[in-house]
């Protein structure tokens, strides 16, 4: 009795051994048209064992990739996509771009900085009162879950009038936020008075 520790390691297991003796089958074929045809009936035969991956963008692609995986690189055939080398593999993808900016108060977030950009472009009416009060409630809700303590109106209408470069001015206005207890609400504990049975 062979074990599979004894056997050739599986390059890609979720195809299992089959798969894998039809690829080395495609690198022994001499005649290059008829190794290609062979390449394309194998890559029918994968599909068919991932119908679950039909939907994924490039699901061909996927296949002709690991295909070429399977085969350690070595196959020349008639591939309908770039053929997929070592090199690729290997290649490191580029650092991602992430935004540099640094705001005075990160406790409010970076939605709160777009929210008040937007809420400058609008036209002076009580649309735009609406949403500036909409955000200067989430501005202390914010402030709340990351400071504990009560905060007053004032220090958050200072914060707004800096964060919008003075567009919007709320430090001489009449207007109340709501209460600390309304935006920050503490759970309640679910304590269970009935006696447990053992």
């Known amino acids: 009795m062979q074990y599979?520790?004894?056997?050739?390691?599986?390059?890609?297991?979720?195809?299992g051994r089959h798969i894998q003796q039809m690829v080395r089958y495609l690198t022994a074929i001499g005649d290059r048209k008829k190794r290609s045809a062979e390449a394309h009936y194998v890559i029918e035969v994968m599909a068919n064992l991932n119908t679950q991956l039909r939907d994924v963008p490039n699901f061909k692609h996927k296949l002709w990739d690991q295909l070429f995986?399977?085969?350690?690189?070595?196959?020349?055939?008639?591939?309908?996509y770039p053929r997929l080398t070592?090199?690729?593999m290997l290649e490191r993808p580029k650092r991602l771009a992430y935004p540099k900016k640094n705001s005075a108060y990160r406790f409010y977030g970076h939605n709160i900085q777009l929210m008040i950009d937007q809420a400058v472009t609008w036209k002076e009416g009580p649309k735009r009162d609406a949403l500036v009060m909409t955000i200067a409630n989430h501005m202390k809700k914010c402030f709340l879950v990351w400071n504990r303590d009560t905060v007053a109106d004032g220090v958050i209408f200072e914060h707004l009038k800096q964060?919008?470069?003075?567009?919007i001015d709320l430090t001489d206005s009449?207007?109340?936020?709501?209460?600390?207890?309304?935006?920050?609400?503490?759970?309640?504990?679910?304590y269970n008075n009935k006696r447990r049975k053992y």
């Open 4 to 15: 599979n520790s004894q056997r050739e390691p599986l390059i890609i297991p979720e195809y």
């Open 69 to 80: 995986i399977m085969a350690n690189f070595n196959l020349d055939v008639d591939s309908p």
């Open 86 to 88: 070592q090199e690729d």
């Open 163 to 167: 964060l919008s470069g003075g567009r």
């Open 174 to 190: 009449d207007e109340n936020l709501m209460h600390s207890h309304s935006l920050v609400r503490k759970k309640r504990k679910n």
